[in-house]
C-alpha cells in the first residue's frame, strides 16, 4: 500500500522509445517474468517473480518460459498483483508479496506471460524505469515514470517519442495476449502517419536531451 496518502493508486506515465542511448541503460537490471491469470477490460491480476538488481541483461529472443529457466536461481522476489483500469495516468494497484517457490510454478503453470529486463535510472528529479522487452513482444522498449501522485509538469527525455499512458495495446497484460512483435510495423506505419502524442491537462510536458536533464 502506497504511504502518500492515496492508499492502493499508483501514478505514472509510460512512453513508447524507439532509440535508447546506451548511457541511459543501468549496469545492474533487472529481470522480470510475470503471469497474467486475469486480463480483462483494464482489470488485471499478475503474478510477477523478478531478481534483485545486477542480472545479466535478457537475451531478448528468449520466451517467458526460457527466462524463467535461465534465471531460477537469480529470482529473488514474488509477488500477486491487482489492478484497475487507468484513468489519466492513475490506476489501482494493491500487491503482496507470495512465497518465492509457489510463485514460481503459478508462473511457470499458467496464464500469459511477458518477460523483461527492468534498466532503472534518474533523469531530472524523477526516477524513470526502462523495460526492454523479451521474446515475442522484441524489440519494444518502454520507459516509465511514477510518482507518489499526479505526475504533472514533466520534463520527457528526448528518447521518448510518443506517450502510451491510455493506449490499451501497451499496457503489460495486453502485450501478454498480444505480442508487440505481431503488430510492431502496424504501430510504427501509424505513428509516422498521425505523429506523437502526448496527455493534455497534466501541465506542462517538455522534451530534454537526456544528457541536459
Known sequence: MSDTGYGDFE???????????????DEQPAVIVQSYYLA??????????????????????LDPLAALDAYTDRFDFCAVTVKGPVNAGTRYEAERELDLDVGMQL??????????????????????VVDVFAGGNAPLVVAEVERGGPVTDLVVPSFCITEVTEDPRFSNDALARTPYGTWAAA????LDRTGPRFLRGLGTTTRAEADDL
Open 40 to 61: 480483462d477490460e483494464g482489470y488485471a491480476l499478475r503474478v510477477r517473480v523478478q531478481t534483485s538488481a545486477g542480472a545479466p541483461a535478457l537475451d531478448p529472443t
Open 11 to 25: 501514478f505514472e506515465r509510460r512512453f513508447w522509445v524507439r532509440d535508447l542511448p546506451v548511457g541511459v541503460l
Open 107 to 128: 508462473v511457470r503453470r499458467g496464464g500469459a506471460r511477458i518477460a523483461k529486463t527492468r534498466h532503472s535510472v534518474w533523469l531530472g528529479t524523477d526516477g524513470w
Open 187 to 190: 504501430y510504427e506505419a501509424e
